[in-house]
């Protein structure tokens, strides 16, 4: 085509868009736009996403993605057969259920080259159960300056806008609808997990007995884990996406240059009946972010950083570093042992004179009761001690003045929890304490600890 004739070809294209402006505006009601009430239809009529059998998008220039839902799972089918992220799917879906015009360019459309809709941006196709054919729809180019897109249902004359937010709805690659999980995982099914450094185990952890806490470290020292990290963690691996594939079927002897395999951080999620899962993290690619695998897939995935952030952190960041972490209104009472005498204060509640439930706690004679408030504090206050330093393999409790502690207290709770007790002392100008189920000596802050011993001590005084 010579210059003369590619100009008067974006003439013509301009003269249809323009007429299309035109067209539009000079139909509009003054008073239904001052109003707001212009007439939507649905443009899929009849379209119910729950009896959707199968979904097909066709690109522009690219890639046909089709997908079938066998059961309540969907499955991508082109151009690759892989799970599909039912999530992702179901989005697609309400959108299309929801779809509807915005304005109507014309009734009667003949020649759909101008509006990107001869070779549409991209064409749906869904199969629905009980539908007698597929519904249909063609996405075409946006308006000018505007922020709508052109769009038509094939067989029908109408030629209409709908809004532009539905070109990244559809507009979806085959990557974006397939199930990126890294890991086939719910957290809660896991019973244990260990990470390994180089071949060697770095720590475990298992969840705690019925009446304990949720999680507790097995090892290298068994010792109390902190209340919401681990679950934490657990969640991130159990939310892990792959941003990109490396390789979709790396052989054993390619996975070196990613990392993984022998040379790997593992970690080994054990689930009921013996089942296992691992994750397996390796080098960093491109972007700062890291290869990583199921070990028992040859997908070599990218993912971000969090899961690897989260282990750099190691073994401090699960331990309970807190001294213990009380609900006070779960505690149904308490011993306070110290300087060889046990006070008991036991939890009643009766309603006032405005109907609130009053709390008191009762004492056996001659040790008056406690006061509420006084004890509520003395609780709370266990978990502003944060431990300082752990020493896991003490030495006689002689040397942390533990042999003799300055104050013992014993919880004990509702709901069938197991009653928990810590024990303090003050050696020198050092701070220790030991708690149930913890082989390690706990290294405190020493004006805190004091605090605490004289907070329970003067309690029923």
């Known amino acids: 085509m010579n210059q003369f004739g590619r100009t008067a070809a974006a003439v013509i294209v301009a003269a249809g868009l323009f007429g299309y402006i035109y067209f539009v505006e000079s139909k509009k009601n003054p008073a239904s736009e001052d109003s707001g009430a212009t007439k939507r239809e649905k443009v899929l009529p009849g379209f119910d996403k729950l009896k959707v059998k199968s979904l097909t998008l066709k690109k522009r220039g690219g890639e046909t993605v089709q997908a079938e839902k066998n059961a309540d ?37 003949t020649d759909l080259g101008p509006f990107g809709l001869a070779e549409p941006k991209v064409s749906v196709s ?31 004359p109408r030629l209409f806008t709908v809004s532009s ?18 890991l086939k995982l719910k957290k809660d ?24 806490d949720d999680w507790k470290v097995v090892s290298p020292a068994a010792t109390r884990a902190a209340r919401w990290t681990a679950d934490s963690l657990l969640g991130l691996i159990e939310n892990l996406r792959m941003e990109s594939i490396a390789s979709e079927d790396a052989k054993p002897a390619d996975l070196a240059k990613y990392g993984l395999g022998g040379a790997a951080r593992r970690v080994v999620l054990s689930l009921e009946g013996d089942k296992s899962l691992t994750l397996e993290v390796g080098k960093k690619a491109e972007g700062g972010k890291y290869y990583a695998r199921d070990a028992a897939s040859k997908l070599v995935a990218v993912i971000p950083t969090a899961v690897v ?15 213990l972490d009380v609900a006070t209104y779960e505690v149904t009472s308490f011993d306070v042992t110290a300087s060889g005498a046990t006070k008991t204060f036991t939890k009643t509640t009766a309603k006032g004179k405005d109907g609130i439930d009053q709390v008191s706690w009762k004492a056996a004679a001659p040790v ?48 069938g929890k197991k009653e928990d007790w810590f024990e303090l002392a003050v050696k020198g100008d050092q701070a220790f304490a030991r708690r149930r189920n913890d082989v390690a000596v706990l290294k405190l802050d020493k004006s805190k600890t004091e605090s605490l011993i004289k907070a329970f001590t003067s309690l029923g005084s």
């Open 73 to 109: 799972r969907w499955t991508l089918v082109s151009p690759q057969e892989v799970a599909a992220d039912a999530g992702e799917v179901g989005s697609l879906l309400d959108a299309l259920q929801n779809l509807e015009t915005e304005e109507i360019v014309n009734e009667n459309a």
């Open 368 to 415: 008056k009761d406690a006061a509420e408030e006084a004890a509520s504090s003395a609780m709370i206050a266990i978990g502003g001690v944060e431990v300082a330093e752990f020493i896991d393999a003490p030495k006689a409790l002689q040397s942390y003045g533990l042999d003799a502690p300055a104050l013992r207290v014993t919880l004990r709770f509702e709901g």
């Open 189 to 212: 099914d896991v019973r244990a997990f260990e990470v390994f450094e180089k071949n060697k185990s770095a720590y475990r952890l298992a969840r705690g007995e019925a009446g304990e």
């Open 309 to 323: 952030d989260d282990l750099d952190k190691g073994l401090r960041n699960l331990r309970a570093t807190r001294l």
């Open 126 to 156: 869904v199969v629905a159960e009980g539908a007698p054919k597929p519904f249909e729809f063609d996405l075409g180019d946006s308006v000018p300056a505007g922020s709508s897109i052109f769009a038509r249902v094939p067989g029908k």
């Open 165 to 182: 937010t539905l070109e990244n709805t559809l507009s979806k690659s085959a990557f974006d609808l397939r199930d990126r999980a890294v």
